[in-house]
């Protein structure tokens, strides 16, 4: 952990010098009188909305649960949610085994299963990241069809063409035989404390995985409004966050949803996307316009408010989580 957090530290330092570097004087004035300039009240309420977003993912989370026989507290589980957010500021997904650990400690479900519905949960907004990206992109061709052409696609076509035939063969031996040796020790050991134990975790998250498909019809209508929920209020914050700079303003939802798309890329690959969701949502808005520092200034309003609310959050959760569990035990004992 302490390597991961070093590198990716040291590789979002590294990012932001890089992007910073290429500022010019003058652009760094404008970068200051916009950021003096900014109406930060509006941050309240695209803040507010956040609170909300963290709030549907507990109860969606808590959805996925119920069909393995468990139904934790709503609080307990939005406090779980926070803390594996603050872990994974420091850490790259350490925050999805986190948030599984808490909840197991205070609400003892077991943790092979929380890691399959967390799994579940996961697969869901990656599959939402990939529709809205496809979508903005398809409604938006004139603007990001270029941008995404020269950033995506040509690269991957590049690899691909690059790719001999001798190399294309190595690699599917390579990925076979490493199969085939995965397999041989697994039946090797079998018998093993550790494969037993690894038979019970993937067994604990085919079970989590597969809890989307046992939940009722009502309740898969109420997962499905509540991942609309989550989505929708990430990509409120952004359009609220365009009214804070007058340069901005003037954005409409299709803007919003292009940097909320490709500013996602940026929180997946960098930890909370420090060195990456900056210079990403900067380049997304010179496509609509917006000049070098403006673009530079938003990215980091935004991502210094998603980050501050994260922290804050997350250090009540931790503060939040035995004193309201203390109360729970005793209310429970004292109605027994």
Not at 91 to 100: A, F, M, Q
Not at 109 to 115: I, R, S
Not at 293 to 298: E, H, K, S, V
Request: hydrophobic letters at 55%.
């Amino acid at each position: 952990n302490a390597i991961k957090f070093f590198s990716f530290f040291g590789i979002a330092l590294l990012s932001i010098s890089l992007f910073t570097t290429v500022i010019s004087s003058a652009q760094w004035e404008q970068i200051k009188v916009a950021l003096v300039q900014a109406n930060y009240w509006l941050l309240i309420p695209a803040m507010t909305i956040g609170i909300a977003s963290h709030w549907f993912r507990a109860v969606r989370w808590k959805l996925l649960m119920k069909p393995l026989g468990h139904q934790p507290s709503t609080l307990n589980t939005f406090f779980a949610v926070m803390v594996g957010y603050l872990a994974n500021l420091a850490v790259p997904r350490l925050g999805e085994v986190t948030r599984c650990g808490v909840l197991a400690q205070y609400e003892k479900v077991p943790a092979d299963k929380l890691v399959g519905t967390m799994i579940a949960e996961r697969a869901v907004d990656l599959a939402c990241l990939v529709f809205l990206m496809v979508l903005t992109v398809v409604t938006q061709l004139d603007i990001l069809g270029a941008y995404v052409h020269e950033t995506i696609l040509q690269p991957v076509s590049n690899k691909i063409t690059n790719a001999n035939g001798p190399q294309l063969i190595a690699g599917v031996v390579a990925l076979a035989l490493f199969i085939l040796l995965l397999l041989w020790l697994f039946r090797r050991f079998a018998k093993s404390k550790a494969a037993i134990t690894i038979k019970a975790l993937a067994r604990g998250i085919l079970e989590g995985f597969l809890s989307i498909g046992k939940m009722e019809k009502k309740k898969k209508g109420w997962f499905f409004i509540h991942t609309v929920l989550i989505w929708s209020c990430y990509l409120s914050q952004v359009y609220i966050g365009f009214f804070c700079l007058e340069a901005t303003n003037h954005l409409g939802i299709s803007a919003a949803l292009a940097v909320l798309m490709i500013g996602s890329v940026g929180m997946i690959v960098m930890p909370g996307g420090i060195g990456a969701y900056q210079p990403l949502v900067q380049k997304t808005l010179e496509l609509y316009g917006i000049p070098y520092a403006i673009g530079f200034a938003f990215g980091w309003i935004i991502w210094v408010a998603q980050t501050m609310l994260v922290i804050v959050l997350g250090f009540i959760s931790l503060v939040a989580l035995p004193i309201y569990n203390k109360h729970k035990a005793e209310s429970i004992k004292h109605k027994a």
